[in-house]
């Protein structure tokens, strides 16, 4: 299997960044939630995008043996 599909699965310390990153996009999308009108079509797309930029960020942390169980 190509190395861009492969399943990593994150030890501990893995696991309290990609928590800690989680935790960041979490308070970034509650500020944009409480500035931006509920039905907004620009809302729709920056959770969209946030979501997207946490997926890689996360992959980011996951790639890195360091992360990874043994």
Not at 27 to 36: D, K, M, P, S
Not at 53 to 66: N, Q, V
Request: with cysteine; net charge neutral; proline share 3%.
């Amino acid at each position: 299997m190509k190395q861009e599909f492969t399943v990593h699965m994150l030890n501990d310390a893995g696991i309290a960044k990609a928590t800690e990153l989680g935790e960041a996009f979490s308070t970034l999308l509650e500020t944009v939630e409480r500035i931006l009108p509920a039905q907004c079509r620009e809302k729709s797309l920056v959770v969209t995008k946030l979501q997207e930029a946490s997926f890689f960020a996360k992959r980011g942390i996951a790639i890195l043996p360091e992360n990874q169980k043994a």
